[in-house]
């Protein structure tokens, strides 16, 4: 039996539909399915890795700064353009060294002109960096405290060749658990964001309260007024702190969304902040797609506007979630 065509178009129109009048979601989304779900996601190894950014914010010729669970880290590239990392603190004198210039792949502190090339010099010690070529990630064993894994545990993503991708970064008060729990509640996904999503359907809900490898979501992305695009996502979290969404069906199958929760380091209120570094690696197996590839470097700052939107009020909700947990007032 042969298969039916694809469609010349991959929209649809929808009939509208009021806010209120949607499905109500709140008797599938039970507390404690999600905190099993964020349990099971906290117990799974991350070999003490963590996003530093995009990779492509660590250009050649410069050096970038973030401090990560706490810990200053600066990183740069090498003469070769290899990323390395390390502390981002000089051992002779603690001048921030993300501020220090970089020549020929050699980084030289302002204020004595200490030169760092990535080896081990004058007390300064590397990290274990890893590329992915689309995200930056060091090795940090003394915030982690697991057995350290030699990369980072990656996802599946499309090869590059055909895909645009694109990095956004929102920082805000919580620590990432509270993001891991936001990205495996999606049944808030068209109540909270009806700007971006509607017909939402959890297709595997764990039953019971035990956690499930992943949840399988039908919804359809809105394009604009009645014309949306339905998908069939998958939802995982392969470490503690990644959440990451495989479109599994329909438009855009293949494509991926990576949530990346960091821990930066206390405000000056003492309160935990996080970096969430989502990564968006859109492709499509039609062939008007390549049209998109050549207009990636205009789409990608349209690609970062939608992931903005959306963790505006994504980061509210982790942000509420952990004042209620550090309160002791969130439900179980």
């Known amino acids: 039996m042969s298969r039916a ?47 530093l950014g995009a990779a492509r914010d660590i250009a050649p010729g410069r050096a970038f700064g973030r401090t990560v669970a706490g810990i200053e880290v600066v990183a740069w590239r090498d ?34 002109g200490l030169a760092l090339d990535g080896a081990p010099f004058a007390g300064w010690e590397p990290f274990p960096a890893h590329d992915d070529g689309l995200l930056a990630w060091v090795r940090l064993d ?37 993001v891991v729990a936001n990205r495996l509640d999606p049944w808030h996904g068209a109540w909270f964001h009806p700007y971006s999503f509607a017909d939402l359907t ?26 949306v695009v339905p998908v069939t996502a998958r939802f995982t979290a392969p470490e503690p702190r990644t959440v990451v969404m495989h479109i599994v069906a329909g438009e855009g ?8 929760a960091t821990p930066l380091g206390p405000d000056d209120r003492g309160r935990p902040r996080t970096a969430v570094v989502e990564a968006i690696v859109a492709t499509s197996r039609r062939p008007g797609f390549a049209l998109a590839r050549a207009a990636a470097p205009a789409l990608r ?15 509210a909700y982790a942000e509420r979630r952990w004042q209620l947990r550090s309160s002791g007032r969130l439900p179980d």
């Open 301 to 315: 700052p349209l690609m970062r506007a939608a992931a903005a939107r959306l963790w505006r009020d994504d980061m």
């Open 142 to 178: 003394g915030a982690g405290g697991e057995l350290p894994l030699p990369q980072p545990v990656l996802p599946v993503r499309p090869r590059p060749a055909g895909t645009v991708a694109a990095v956004h970064t929102a920082t805000g008060v919580c620590e990432p658990e509270d």
């Open 79 to 112: 003469a070769a353009g290899r990323l390395v990392a390390g502390p981002g603190a000089c051992p002779h004198l603690g001048a921030p060294l993300a501020l220090g210039p970089v020549h020929c792949g050699v980084l030289r502190c302002r204020w004595h």
């Open 253 to 260: 199958r293949g494509s991926v969304v990576e949530s990346h």
């Open 5 to 51: 065509p694809r469609p010349r178009l991959p929209l649809r129109l929808r009939r509208p539909q009021p806010w209120a009048q949607q499905r109500p979601t709140w008797r599938d989304a039970r507390p404690a399915v999600i905190a099993d779900a964020v349990k099971a996601a906290l117990a799974r190894p991350s070999g003490n890795w963590f996003v």
């Open 202 to 227: 959890v297709a595997d809900s764990p039953a019971g309260g035990e956690p499930s490898e992943g949840l399988t979501v039908e919804v359809s992305f809105k394009v604009a007024g009645r014309a």
